[in-house]
């Protein structure tokens, strides 16, 4: 066996350091084929058929948000029962949402506030498995292996790494929800979200000059085109990928999506600091290609103080979710980018001693928009307390299979799992009714 050594050492984005190198050996390069799904979408492209290049905007609340104090307030509830923060009339005849929220409210014809969301895994770690994946891993949270692929991870199996024009990477990470639960599980390495602050990308800056570039671009394609030896578990061929990966974006000509100065201080000062910056990076990521992009916005794990948790917390959420939707809007993509506005679980629907909430999953948190989906309404009814669905259950698959229809990708998506048997993406979710 061949094996090349670089003389540098960095933390990959599963978080384990390690020294990059290449090995050589007998393995045909019949391993590193894109996926039979890609293979598909082509064909169907060279057919005339439409192929969507749709993309999910991922923003994942940390903690487990109230579903009281964001966008079911319960104020005719008891007390104890209703949103500590209030609520305030949206321009949907007869709706209003949590206090903290003035913005989303005025934006609420260009959004969907599902009220009927439940799943059963109030874990944190559970209950981001489940949302993340589609299913339940009861051992997760006592420190089992994460089941199943994240849908991103799903997105970048099936329409690859890159996209075939701008480079731009198909699933983002702008940070990380839970590093393994928001991979790619079977699916390898590959497929894991990519870093835009890994060191891939840093290796590749603008500021390396373009010979250089195309020479260590020349030597990666002709190991790719010898028998390779390439580890089994799939890390090292995954580290090759993220490199290709970022290759691929500079050289395509994406890595100023990346860059939010390039936007109006007009268009910065409407989105705000801080979640605002990554919601206006991730709008700019899916403008150059990207197919999934996700970011986590913390705090939201309030068992106590809720009121005054809320009203710190609240106003950037407000202003950049509010400035996302009507920025999409204006600019004609709310067809072409979802927004899902998500989080583990719900809290309890009863206020407890120390003016905080839970962890509840049997109601939880659940906002869309965009994605050519029916906006302006309310999906779904919760009991009077605010405790469960009155109507029928919106479950994870159920959101699943949405983000599947919007991204194109067929719900009877099959792959192999490490037993070696296909198994389904979705087994039992159907689109939203009311939203597709």
Known sequence: ??????????????????????????????????????????????????VKNTSVVWLW????????????????????YRSTTGEVKTRLPGVTIGGTFPKIARSAKRMAFVRSFAHNNSGHVGGTHFLNTGYDNRNIDNGGAPARPSIGSIVARVRGSNHPTTGMPTYVALNRIRAG???????????????????????????????????????????????????RSGAMEGLDRFEQQAFNLVLGGAPGAFDIKKESAK???????????????????????????????????MHNQIKSRMEKLSPSLDQAVAAFVEDIHERGLSDEIMLVVT???GRTPKVNKTGGRDHWAPLSTLA??????????????????????????IRPQDLMATVFQVLGIPRETQFINTAGRPVFMIEEGQPIAELV
């Open 61 to 80: 609340l940390a903690g487990g948000p109230t579903h009281v104090e964001t966008f079911d307030p319960h104020m005719r509830a008891p007390v104890e």
């Open 181 to 231: 639960i928001d991979g790619p599980s079977f699916l390898g390495t590959p497929y894991s979200p990519f870093d835009p602050n890994g060191q891939a990308l840093k290796n590749l800056s603008l500021a390396v000059n373009e010979k250089r570039i195309d020479n260590r671009r020349v030597l990666l394609a002709s190991l790719d085109r010898m028998n390779s030896d390439i580890d």
């Open 368 to 393: 869309v928009a965009g994605g050519g989906l029916k906006m302006g309404q309310v999906v779904g009814e919760s009991m009077p307390k605010g405790d469960a669905p009155r109507t029928p259950a």
């Open 343 to 345: 989080g583990e679980f």
């Open 267 to 301: 268009t910065r000062d409407r989105y705000g600091k801080g979640l605002g910056e990554q919601l206006l990076r991730a709008r700019r990521l899916c403008e150059a290609g990207c197919g999934f992009v996700t970011l986590s916005y913390n705090g939201w794990d």
């Open 1 to 50: 066996m061949l094996e090349f050594l670089t003389d540098r050492s960095y933390r990959d984005c599963e978080g384990t350091t390690r020294r990059d190198f290449l090995k050589i050996g007998a393995l045909g390069a019949g391993a590193l084929t894109l996926p039979q799904l890609l293979a598909a979408r082509a064909a169907a492209k060279a057919d005339g058929k439409p």
